[in-house]
């Protein structure tokens, strides 16, 4: 069983920044890739970016590229996502996901389905 809590959402208004972390407990970090997802109200839950195990590969949805930085620290069992010039269409709720061992396929690490242990989430609200 793995445990995911994030942390640092929050209102900020629209060019602001904020960093998400997540913590996780339960399994060897190391050996997984980590993902942050986003779900708005009426919306399907939708990929934002994945790091792969090692911290040695990054991949991020169209959306977001230039503007949002994921990052990892395995001595900490800590997935980060700092969010840059942020819009009022970055507005969901933010969870981070336990992913797929040890593989960075991009069908693969884009899919929900792909990870086994999720976070319950932290808001971030973007004002304009």
């Known amino acids: 069983q793995v445990q995911l809590v994030e942390s640092g959402g929050g209102l900020v208004q629209a060019g602001g920044s904020l960093r998400l972390s997540c913590v996780a407990s339960?399994?060897?970090?190391?050996?997984?890739?980590m993902g942050w997802f986003r779900q708005s109200p009426g919306k399907e839950r939708e990929f934002v970016a994945a790091?792969?195990?090692?911290?040695?590969?990054?991949y991020y949805a169209d959306s977001v590229k230039g503007r949002f930085t994921i990052s990892r620290d395995n001595a900490k069992n800590t997935v980060y996502l700092q969010m840059n010039s942020l819009k009022p269409e970055d507005t969901a709720v933010y969870h981070c996901a336990f992913g797929p061992y040890r593989s960075f396929t991009r069908v693969v690490i884009t899919t929900t389905r792909q990870y086994d242990y999720w976070g319950r989430g932290t808001q971030v609200t973007v004002s304009s």
């Open positions: 339960g399994r060897t970090f190391s050996a997984y890739t």
């Open positions: 790091i792969s195990w090692s911290g040695g590969n990054t």
